[in-house]
């Protein structure tokens, strides 16, 4: 695959400052996606099918192309919409660096009222799992169900991080260079280590993450989100009590990112959800195995009628 979106010097040094967002835009705007001013920030968004809504949160790093399966598979029994969530994807940072837990709890609010959704359905992975669930208890008269792929939320606390990437982006020091040098080998590396089978990591695949995590403004956001959002060290239990709606979970036994003994405690704190666990998969069900996963949670949704 030609990248012709990345100076040759970036290429080969893996060094930039940023990629404008506008460079981006001819090869990830679709027509099925397109661009809400929210806030100062560029929110892209797509929204493809009929039916009930579906609302689908990325996690770090990602961009709604995380889930382009679902898309595929789920449109035809959903109004599925995924958006980038601000500090990533098109979206990029939030120019006033507002990354409280209320900023995304309005975004996701006016985004839905942009599209006139009064309820919906909502699935998030990761870091969008912790929005999905926050989102849950904050707004529980628009939720029907929710769907939570390897969530984050049980740890908050930096020392207990062990994802090099992740210390990186935190560390004073070195998130200096982070925040400046980002080879394309070492993200490749990386997403093998994200993903329970690696052979399933194409060179496309890695070229979208990569752009995703050079556009401008992104790497320097990330650091924010982990220190200000994820790992703020007050302990989420006790929140993650207050969910009240039916609640499916999701997990990977080959997460590397979320230990799967996190899927038990999820199913522990939130009363009557139930834990899935798939074998081989790792911390992006939705990427490696997307047909399996859309199907999982579609049942949990709507039931197995039209099959």
């Not at 990386?190 to 060179?203: H, I, N, P």
């Not at 959002?229 to 999701?250: A, M, Q, S, W, Y």
């Not at 997990?251 to 959800?273: V, Y």
Request: aromatic share 10%; hydrophobic share 40%; charged share 20%.
């Amino acid at each position: 695959m030609i990248d012709d979106i990345i100076p040759l010097f970036t290429k080969l040094t893996g060094i930039s400052r940023g990629v404008p967002v506008e460079k981006l835009y001819s090869k990830y705007k679709t027509k099925q996606s397109a661009i809400l001013e929210l806030e100062a920030m560029p929110l892209h968004y797509r929204v493809t099918g009929n039916g009930p809504n579906l609302l689908l949160v990325h996690g770090v790093t990602s961009s709604l192309h995380t889930w382009s399966g679902w898309h595929k598979y789920l449109s035809n029994h959903f109004r599925v919409i995924s958006f980038d969530v601000p500090s990533f994807g098109l979206t990029g940072p939030n120019p006033k660096k507002d990354y409280s837990l209320e900023m995304y709890m309005r975004i996701i609010d006016k985004l839905l009222d942009h599209l006139n959704v009064t309820k919906a359905y909502m699935a998030g992975n990761s870091f969008g799992g912790l929005l999905t669930w926050n989102y849950a208890i904050h707004n529980p008269d628009r939720i029907i169900k929710i769907a939570l792929l390897n969530p984050a939320g049980i740890n908050s606390k930096r020392e207990n991080i062990k994802g090099l990437g992740f210390k990186v982006f935190l560390n004073p020091i070195t998130k200096f260079f982070a925040h400046r040098f980002t080879p394309k080998l070492l993200l490749s590396f990386f997403l093998r280590k994200v993903y329970g089978d690696s052979s399933k990591v194409t060179a496309e695949l890695v070229t979208t993450y990569h752009h995703m995590l050079l556009r401008k403004g992104n790497r320097e956001a990330f650091s924010h989100v982990l220190a200000k959002t994820l790992l703020h060290g007050r302990d989420n239990c006790i929140r993650i009590k207050e969910v009240k709606l039916p609640t499916f979970i999701i997990w990977g036994n080959k997460d590397r990112i979320i230990p799967i003994t996190h899927g038990a405690l999820f199913e522990k704190l939130i009363i009557g959800s139930t834990l899935k666990v798939y074998n081989g998969v790792g911390h992006v069900p939705m990427e490696e195995i997307p047909k399996t996963s859309s199907e999982d949670v579609k049942n949990f949704f709507i039931g197995k009628q039209g099959n």
